[in-house]
T-cell receptor
């Protein structure tokens, strides 16, 4: 079945550092891809998405580009803030099973 | 505030107890979900309800029993759980099920500890 793999955390960065969280997927066809974020004590919320190859999703300074050739959807931000500390989940929409498939999440800690 | 409320926030139970988790949404959504979040594992889809009818049960042990009495409420009844069932249980909803353009709205979860 479809699956999502993310880099293991935790990732610890200083404020204003550059962030990359790697995400690769295995799927039949070309699924829509998503990043969800979970702030401490809260549920997941959608951060950004891309629905087809070469699309770039962006929100709150975060970006991710749908790379069909490498089956990847890496999350990037040029300058992280302490308030970005959270767990980030990469996900895809399984068109066959008609459900969202999530990765294990990557915890990010940003230090002042 | 996502519009999805879960209670209780924390629950500690023994292996012989019976307890229930509650989820409530007033977003007018037709699909509701239970997910299990364990450390370093992918978020695990447990149950899906669409228009109050269960449409998916991903091989979840029978000690977990869902109930959806109406489109706004979802319960997860727990009995004779095992310590490995300790996890964060998340409820989510969406306008409809099976649509890649849909956004999932999650509650804050119930942190369950089984002793």
């Amino acid at each position: 079945g479809d699956s999502v793999t993310q880099m293991e955390g935790p990732v610890t960065l200083s404020e204003e550092a550059f962030l990359t969280i790697n995400c690769t997927y295995t799927a039949t066809g070309y699924p829509s891809l998503f990043w969800y974020v979970q702030y401490p004590g809260e549920g997941l919320q959608l951060l950004l998405k891309a629905t087809k190859a070469d699309d770039k999703g962006s929100n709150k300074g975060f970006e991710a580009t749908y790379r069909k050739e490498t089956t990847s959807f890496h999350l990037e931000k040029g300058s992280v803030q302490v308030s970005d500390s959270a767990v980030y989940f990469c996900a895809l929409f399984d068109n066959y099973g008609q459900n969202f498939v999530f990765g294990p999440g990557t915890r990010l800690s940003v230090l002042p | 505030e996502t519009g999805v409320t879960q209670t209780p926030r924390h629950l500690v139970m023994g292996m012989t107890n019976k307890k229930s988790l509650k989820c409530e949404q007033h977003l007018g959504h037709n699909a509701m979900y239970w997910y299990k979040q364990s450390a370093k594992k992918p978020l695990e889809l447990m149950f899906v309800y669409s228009l109050e009818e269960r449409v998916e049960n991903n091989s979840v042990p029978s000690r977990f029993s869902p109930e959806c009495p109406n489109s706004s409420h979802l319960f997860l009844h727990l009995h004779t759980l095992q310590p490995e069932d300790s996890a964060l249980y998340l409820c989510a909803s969406s306008q409809e099920r099976g649509n890649a353009n849909e956004k999932l709205f999650f509650g804050s979860g119930t942190q369950l500890s089984v002793l």
